[in-house]
Each structure stands twice: as C-alpha cells, then as structure tokens.
C-alpha cells in the first residue's frame, strides 16, 4: 500500500540551526501538507501546497519556514534558525486531486524535532 | 475561528466493552474527519462525514454526523486492545469541495483498552 515517508524520524539540533525535513509524498496525488503537533497539543496545520506553490498557511509559518519541492519526489520543510519552541512532531500528508469531493489525506509517521 | 472539543479526554475500558467518542464543533463542520493516532507516529484515516445525518462504519467503528453537522460521534463496538490509541476529530473550516486544506484538530482522546 502506497505511504508517505518522513526522514528522518528524529532530529536533534541546537537553537539558532537550519534544519530541513524530508517528506516523499504518495506518487500521484498533488496536494502537499505540513502539519505540527507540539508535545500534549493539537495537531497544527502548517502550510499546503498545490502545482508548485503555497496555497495556504497558517499564522505558525513566518519567514523562519520554508517548503520546497526540489524534484518529482521529495517535499522540505525548512526551519531557518530554529527556537526551542519549534520542538513538536512534523507531519507531512498529501492527497489526490479533490475531483469535487472531499478527499482524505495520508500522513507520514511524522518527524519528531528537538531543539537544545 | 472554529474550534473542535473532543469528549472525553481519556478513556480506559475492558477487552469487550463498548464505548463512545464525541466531537463538538462551534461553527457548522462541512467536513468531519476521523483519525486515530499511535502515541509518537502518524495518522491514520478512518472515515470522513459530510452530510448531515450521516453515518459510515468500518469494522467495529461506527461514526455519525448530526442533522445540524456540528457534532460527530465515534462508536467502537466489542473494543479490543488493537483499538488503544488515540483518536482525533478533524475539520476544514472551509467548504473547498476539493482536497483537504486547512485542517484543524480536537485535542484527542486517548483510548486505552485493559485486555
């Protein structure tokens, strides 16, 4: 069964470091997520992106975050210059073209992030 | 903005039992999705509810949208340990009629299941 994949599984960093998760999203679907979930929290909604651009992003994606499709595959989130509250859980989800209804979205077993 | 109360927070039950989650929404949902959540990965879909009044079961799940779709209620039937985790409900604040965009989460309920 086709699944998304995050790599790594864990990251450790130090504050004020640039970290990029990875994500390959299931190979035919077109609409890319980020979500979050810090420890004991909801889960967040980050950012999607749709035909090479943001679509929409909520107010936790400043200029710190940046998403990136570098080829046919793989799907970044980038942290710039992490802070010790960037510590949660990083998910990333995709699914297929919505064809007029409401279609479910995958996720990927998540990347957890630590920031010292 | 909406927001989503799940009920209730945990819930313990014995190898067997039947149980009830709930999911209460402030604005009217156009779209009621149900994940579950192993503690520390992903999550995995369960069913999706858009009209009201409507009901879709899977298994020994049974989820259902109200009239008034601003509640939702997930049913497991004759629980088992495979069942443990935890449960969320999902909603897209807006009608997009398409794929998922912007997802907003209940807090979760954290099923345990004593065997």
């Known amino acids: 069964e086709p699944e998304v994949t995050q790599t790594p599984s864990h990251q450790v960093t130090q504050m004020g470091q640039e970290v990029i998760l990875r994500c390959v999203p299931i190979?035919?679907?077109?609409?890319f997520y980020w979500y979050r979930q810090i420890l004991g929290q909801k889960v967040e909604f980050l950012v999607s992106f749709y035909n090479n651009e943001i679509s929409e992003k909520s107010e936790i994606f400043d200029d710190q975050f940046s998403v990136e499709r570098p080829d046919g595959s793989n799907f970044t989130l980038k942290i710039r210059s992490t802070k010790l509250e960037d510590s949660a859980m990083y998910f990333c989800?995709?699914?297929?073209?919505?064809?007029?209804?409401?279609?479910?979205?995958?996720f990927g077993q998540g990347t957890r992030l630590t920031v010292v | 903005s909406q927001e989503l109360e799940q009920s209730p927070q945990s819930l313990i039950v014995q190898e067997g039992k039947n149980l009830t989650i709930n999911c209460t929404s402030s604005k009217t949902l156009y779209g009621l999705y149900w994940y579950k959540q192993k503690y520390g990965e992903g999550l995995i879909f369960l069913m999706m509810l858009q009209k009201g009044g409507e009901e879709k079961s899977h298994e020994k799940i049974t989820a259902k949208l109200d009239e008034k779709k601003q509640q939702s209620s997930l049913h497991i039937t004759a629980s088992q340990p495979s069942h443990a985790g935890i449960y969320l409900c999902?909603?897209?604040?807006?009608?997009?009629?398409?794929?998922?965009?912007?997802?907003?989460f209940g807090k979760g309920t954290k099923l345990s299941v004593k065997p």
């Open positions: 999902g909603a897209d604040p807006i009608n997009y009629g398409g794929s998922q965009g912007n997802l907003i």
């Open positions: 190979s035919n679907h077109l609409y």
């Open positions: 989800a995709s699914s297929p073209t919505g064809d007029g209804g409401n279609t479910e979205a995958f």
